[in-house]
């Protein structure tokens, strides 16, 4: 049996005729950027949000550096982000040559530590970035209480998280400007590259929207020294048609996710994923910890098991961030995470087997020890 890390074959055949719809629509309609698909997938994208307004781009990491731009996050200003992020957190902050200031995660939630923050805040400090990791999502009320004491801003990364909520409210729908990432293997994903921000602010989307687009408003009339970061018809055609899905295929992660916990609940070392009273999680990602990670995860692979690590090295001891002059040590919890956390399949369409047979691998992987 193979059982891959993530499969498209099921939901993708679910939705295979109105997906060709969608794109013979728009080959047919001699308009491939700029269009009426972009528009009417923002009008969705914002409602689902509960947002005035959504503005498609190229990337999430794009989605993260138009955020920070258009909240005039500028060269020497610091912003905090989590010390066990994605590298693309990282790296929209230094695109304006800024500061990324590393703030360990709980190691319960595996999401920032609201209360160690604080600390962590200086005069230069200009805005947070709470990535609502592997789909839970962060403590949002303590983050924006200290980010409105301090005058911060907010831009939350919601690559991982469509729809989780905290107290109920949607991720996306909470920072002064969120991004988002289309990635084909996100929770809702494009056929290729995507990204979209989210704002309550007309001003932070307006400027967003002029940057995505050369600068300009009117046709080769540029305001400012803008980018070509758009979201191109056919993406956001296809995301028009799987936008209705996500609440089903959120629901289906999450019933995996179930499985997982009732299956996996003291076997070996296994720590599970601990879920926040106030939060929800979307599994994005199911991901276990053991100290006997790399050999779970051999065993695993040699099962026909797909696993994957979320991540291996943390932003502070990658070499594009030497300059930053941080060692091993420095963020213990995030170096703990690299070193014991394993990411198991969970994909919409997989079968309760599938979960029951990773399980009883990982079960006769303890039994061997
Ligand atoms: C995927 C991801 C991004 C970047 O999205 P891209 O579309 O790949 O640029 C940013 N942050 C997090 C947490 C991600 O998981």
Known sequence: MIIPFLDFTIMHREI???????????????????????????????????????????NGLDALFLSLKAL??????????????????????????????????????????????KDAITLKTKAIIPVHLYGQACQMEEIIQLADRYSLKII???AQSHLATFKGKITGSWGHANATSFYPGKNLGALGDGGAVTTDDPTVAEKIRVL???????????????????????????????????????????KL?????????????????????????????FVIRTKYRNRLQDFLLEAGIGCLIHYPIPPHLQNAYQFLGYKTGDFPIAEELA????????????????IEYVASKIKSFYSKQ
């Open 16 to 58: 295979k005729t109105q997906i060709m719809q969608a794109i013979e629509d728009v080959y047919d309609s001699n308009w491939y950027i700029m269009g009426g698909r972009l528009d009417e997938f923002e009008k969705s994208y914002a409602i689902l949000h509960k947002v005035k307004q959504a503005v498609g781009v190229s």
């Open 72 to 117: 005039d996050i500028q060269e020497g200003d610091e912003v905090i982000i989590p010390s066990n992020t994605y590298i693309a957190t990282a790296l929209a902050v230094s695109y304006l040559k800024a500061k990324p200031v590393f703030v360990e995660p709980c190691s319960e939630t595996y999401n920032i530590n609201p209360t160690l923050i």
């Open 156 to 158: 939350e990364d919601n």
């Open 212 to 254: 995505r687009n050369y600068g300009s408003r009117v046709k080769y009339k540029n305001e400012i020294i803008g980018h070509n970061m758009r979201l191109d018809e056919l993406q956001a055609a296809v995301l028009s048609v799987k936008i209705k899905f996500l609440n089903e295929w959120t629901i289906q992660r999450q």
């Open 257 to 285: 996710a179930e499985l997982y916990f009732t299956e996996l609940s003291g076997v070996g070392d296994i720590i599970l994923p601990k879920i926040h009273q106030d939060a929800t999680h979307v599994f994005h990602l």
């Open 339 to 354: 070193d014991t956390s394993l990411s198991l399949p969970i994909w919409p369409g997989m079968k309760k087997e599938d």
